[in-house]
């Protein structure tokens, strides 16, 4: 007999919860050499049906995307004029993640991020700038309702609901060599430094492998934005000498605009989902829902509706 597993809430489910706490998107790096793996063991073995790959706001080349969070900041009333010249010129972002992992942080990077980050304001989620922050885990308040389209405190609400006892008992799940549940843990060893290392070369061996790459972004990320992520497609087009096969347009989900992409060669594509998150599903499951179901089923995106 399985056990039934206790409902999380009505109208919360956990396919919404993100990974706020999780540093950087490293789905560009563990994806494309998951990929890259499987294609070298179907050399001798043929296991693997391999159809392309989808990653989502990833870490491709460490500078390129860490460096677009300033003009993103800049270009979205963020930061002030004379942050943004700060930011670009002192200390860019990847020099400051740098030293931050080395524990070596200068203080001229030190002053710049204090300075973004009092007008960033903690009170902006920097994975959706647009949408509303969990008052009760910025302020460790009481719990408040906080919109009603997107919950914004599902992650906080998730993190209680797997710590249950009886809903760890029905998943079968044990706790091992932790206390509690949590989103994101250190008893992985991830080694962070490794963030440094491009894997935008890997995406551009999977192309010529012909396997179907596509690399979308949420539109309302600052994390790893779009711009960043944007660039380096289109430089690894031109470097392997992929011709443009769908220019750049909108696309359409559901009578609305879901976002634009464009294509090169037929096997590497680009595409923003318009009004996401970092964690694209989490703030527009039903456009990228027409997003996965297009590239799985190897068709363009709507171009009207």
Request: proline residues 4%.
């Amino acid at each position: 007999m399985v056990p039934q597993v206790p409902s999380l809430s009505q109208s919360k489910s956990l396919h919404h919860w993100r990974k706020l706490c999780c540093f950087h998107a490293t789905v560009g790096h563990y994806v494309p050499q998951l990929a890259e793996l499987m294609i070298q063991y179907n050399q001798k073995h043929h296991l693997f049906n391999l159809r392309g790959i989808a990653i989502g706001n990833p870490v491709l080349e460490f500078s390129t995307d860490f460096n677009s969070r300033a003009e993103y900041f800049w270009s979205h009333g963020l930061i002030s004029d004379s942050t943004y010249k700060m930011f670009t010129s002192y200390c860019n972002y990847s020099r400051y993640v740098s030293e931050y992992y080395r524990g070596s942080m200068s203080s001229i990077c030190s002053k710049v991020m204090s300075q973004v980050s009092t007008e960033t304001s903690r009170f902006v989620d920097k994975y959706d700038v647009t949408l509303d922050v969990c008052i009760p885990s910025v302020l460790s308040q009481s719990k408040v309702q906080v919109g009603e389209s997107v919950d914004v405190c599902v992650e906080d609400e998730t993190v209680k609901y797997l710590n249950r006892r009886d809903v760890q008992e029905a998943l079968h799940a044990r706790l091992v060599g932790v206390r509690e549940w949590t989103v994101c843990s250190n008893v992985l060893d991830y080694q962070l430094l490794d963030v440094e290392i491009p894997t935008i070369n890997i995406v551009g061996s999977l192309v010529q492998a012909r396997v179907p790459v596509l690399v979308y972004s949420g539109d309302q990320d600052s994390v790893i934005p779009l711009t960043g992520s944007r660039t380096l497609v289109s430089r690894l087009a031109k470097r392997l000498g992929l011709r443009t096969s769908v220019p750049y347009r909108v696309w359409f989900a559901g009578q609305q605009v879901g976002g634009w992409t464009q294509v090169y060669g037929n096997v590497l594509s680009f595409a923003t989902v318009r009004g996401a998150s970092h964690e694209v599903p989490f703030s527009q499951p039903q456009r990228s829902l027409v997003l996965f179901k297009a590239f799985l089923d190897g068709h363009p995106l709507p171009e009207e509706f």
